[in-house]
């Protein structure tokens, strides 16, 4: 999901613009929040999985205790400068929080903090390379039409994140097992 969040963050004016019409606009600056947010959270949700499957069920929901009290928290402090304000404090609230929260849930368990940090810098940074070369394109292509704009930034953002997958030691295993993942699925 990081390279799909961080493509929607690039290109979210054009896509707010196809999807939604050119009167929604403004909201992209909330989109883009919201994206910083979405990048980490599915890959931090393996938390709780964790904790379900070594069957840790009073620890999750403790857990699940604790971040609801530092999300609504955050909500209530950002509240005061609106939903910009609200987005922000999530986003600042879902980074803060994220190392002590995965510490304490892989805690006791088979998966590390280092296990979790291993299994998503690869695809973290080659998201972030790829962000790059898209805001590149973004920014000095101009098109009439921002179907192309966000097709053509489409195939250049698979290829960038593909091509940064090999920058990365391991990289190219990653890369090799997520496929075969996906071999397997089709059988």
């Not at 393996?46 to 530092?70: A, D, E, P």
């Not at 999300?71 to 986003?91: L, T």
């Not at 805001?135 to 704009?149: A, G, K, P, Q, S």
């Amino acid at each position: 999901t990081m390279p799909l969040v961080v493509f929607l963050f690039v290109f979210s004016d054009s896509i707010i613009n196809i999807f939604l019409g050119e009167k929604w606009l403004p909201s992209s600056e909330l989109f883009k929040i919201l994206a910083i947010v979405s990048f980490i959270q599915p890959a931090s949700s393996t938390r709780g999985l964790v904790l379900l499957t070594t069957g840790q069920s009073r620890k999750y929901l403790i857990l699940g205790l604790i971040s609801s009290v530092i999300v609504c928290s955050s909500f209530a402090i950002g509240v005061y400068w609106g939903a910009r304000g609200v987005a922000i404090a999530y986003a600042i609230e879902t980074y803060v929080f994220l190392a002590p929260l995965l510490m304490y849930s892989f805690y006791k368990t088979p998966v590390s903090f280092v296990d979790f940090i291993d299994s998503v810098y690869v695809p973290a940074l080659s998201s972030f390379i790829m962000g790059g070369v898209c805001y590149f394109f973004y920014d000095n292509v101009n098109f009439v039409n921002d179907y192309y704009l966000v097709l053509f930034g489409l195939v250049i953002a698979l290829g960038a994140y593909i091509f940064s997958f090999f920058i990365f030691p391991g990289g190219n295993q990653k890369l090799s097992d997520f496929f075969s993942y996906i071999k397997k699925l089709k059988k």
